[in-house]
């Protein structure tokens, strides 16, 4: 069974950085995809960052420039480094696997940024 397990998120003022990890049970390999999710109140879910089992990376348009995703493959984790934070930026962020069709979730961390 796949499980993501999520941690770093927390309070954090406008301009600050915050750093997010997404540890996965297993190989992280096995999967096609992974990436960030984040959903403000009243929102729809939307996608922050992704990257291929390639290593090849997308960004939202709102946050190219300030966040940075990479992969440490040894440790089976993904980091979302987050800079220049705004309070627009608030959110629970969600780490998402996709893997033979299936899409896995985190439980969420909660990131907010005060102005």
């Known amino acids: 069974q796949v499980q993501l397990v999520e941690s770093g998120g927390g309070l954090v003022q406008a301009g600050g950085s915050l750093r997010l990890s997404c540890a996965a049970s297993g190989s992280i390999f096995r999967f096609n995809g992974m990436g960030w999710y984040r959903q403000a109140p009243g929102e729809q879910r939307e996608l922050v960052a992704a990257?291929?089992?390639?290593?090849?990376?997308q960004y939202a348009d709102s946050v190219k420039g300030r966040f940075t995703l990479s992969r440490d493959i040894a440790k089976n984790t993904v980091y979302l480094q987050m800079n220049s934070l705004k309070p627009e930026d608030t959110a629970v962020y969600y780490c998402?696997?996709?893997?033979?069709?299936?899409?896995?979730w985190g439980q969420g961390t909660q990131v907010t940024v005060s102005s």
């Open positions: 990257i291929t089992s390639g290593g090849v990376t």
């Open positions: 998402h696997a996709l893997g033979r069709g299936l899409d896995y």
